[in-house]
């Protein structure tokens, strides 16, 4: 069935580990990412953003991970990622959706309460979870002064009056990862602020923390593209383990949308370089399916540990 992030988290908090988010935008990725989880038995979220539904439409995404439920007969939260407005949370949550995100996090912190409480009383009353956001995901690359990098952190100290005066359901983070395939600056040594994870699970006991921009952009992809006519220099990910730390500690959803996007395009890539004379759609899609298949099984086995969860 389509289910709440609810147990869910409930579960991985309690069990140290967390449960993978992938976004979804088409019929391949819906299926890669679904196979693996049935082959490990995971509990899954697959979400999609403002960019997906418009790109997809709202009822192919649906119907497509309705058909997943089907085929797999896993629990799978449909999640809305990055909603910026009380109307598009709004729409989803009428259109099926189990759970959404309200990004106020750009917004000041009264308008961020203001917002995200809005969501949260019209989400909680049709029976739907709301992710919400505090402290923004900059780039670690920017050359910036440690006054103004640690403005963008999360500050754990305004963590309880947000989750308090909003009743969110679980909360994204900002320790220093950011979104796409270039984290950090290359030759620099990537680094999560742990302090400030644990500091915020301190101050708010068995609640359930997201981390965005969790892609770890697998070097094996990024050199199939630039192998095979791609230009992606520097591109660096979060390493692994601190990702496997990270979910041993309170996050207990980690965001991975970029490394599918590496996966299905190094494979195209590659598929293209060495049969420049077919044109089937199935014969390239398909290993471009299949190895999103094994790089999500490689994260919920071996990353996030919920299989068999
Ligand atoms: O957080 C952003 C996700 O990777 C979705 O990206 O807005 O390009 O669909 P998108
Ligand atoms: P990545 O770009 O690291 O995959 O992050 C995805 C994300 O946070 C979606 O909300
Ligand atoms: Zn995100
Ligand atoms: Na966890």
Do not use: W
């Amino acid at each position: 069935p389509l289910v709440t992030t609810k147990e869910m988290f409930q579960k991985a908090y309690n069990g140290g580990y967390a449960i993978g988010a992938f976004n979804v935008n088409n019929m391949e990725i819906v299926q890669g990412i679904t196979e693996a989880a049935k082959e490990v038995n995971a509990p899954l979220i697959l979400q999609v953003s403002k960019g997906a539904r418009a790109y997809a439409n709202h009822t192919y995404l649906m119907k497509l991970v309705e058909a997943a439920v089907i085929e797999t007969g896993l629990p799978i939260c449909l999640h809305l990622d990055h909603g910026d407005s009380f109307e598009l949370c709004k729409s989803c949550i009428d259109g099926g959706f189990t759970s959404v995100m309200i990004d106020a996090s750009s917004k000041p912190f009264a308008e961020n309460i203001e917002i995200t409480k809005k969501v949260v009383e019209y989400a909680h009353d049709h029976g739907v979870v709301v992710e919400a956001e505090l402290g923004t995901l900059a780039g670690v690359e920017d050359e910036v002064k440690v006054s103004a990098e640690d403005s963008s952190y999360t500050r754990p100290e305004e963590v309880e009056e947000f989750v308090t005066k909003t009743g969110c359901d679980s909360l994204a983070i900002a320790i220093g990862t950011s979104h796409g395939a270039y984290k950090f600056k290359p030759g620099t040594k990537p680094q999560l602020r742990f302090d400030i994870l644990e500091e915020v699970s301190k101050r708010l006991p068995g609640f359930p923390i997201v981390l965005h921009g969790s892609s770890s952009v697998p070097q094996e992809y990024v050199k199939m593209i630039n192998e095979n006519g791609g230009n992606m220099p520097g591109a660096i990910g979060v390493p692994e383990d601190q990702l496997r730390q990270a979910a041993r500690m309170a996050v207990c959803k980690i965001n991975i949308d970029s490394d599918l996007r590496l996966a299905m395009t190094g494979t195209i890539r590659k598929f293209f370089a060495e049969h420049p004379d077919k044109f089937d759609p199935r014969e390239y899609l398909k290993p471009a399916r299949a190895n999103i298949k094994e790089m999500v099984k490689h994260k919920l086995i071996d990353v996030l540990g919920c299989d068999g969860k």
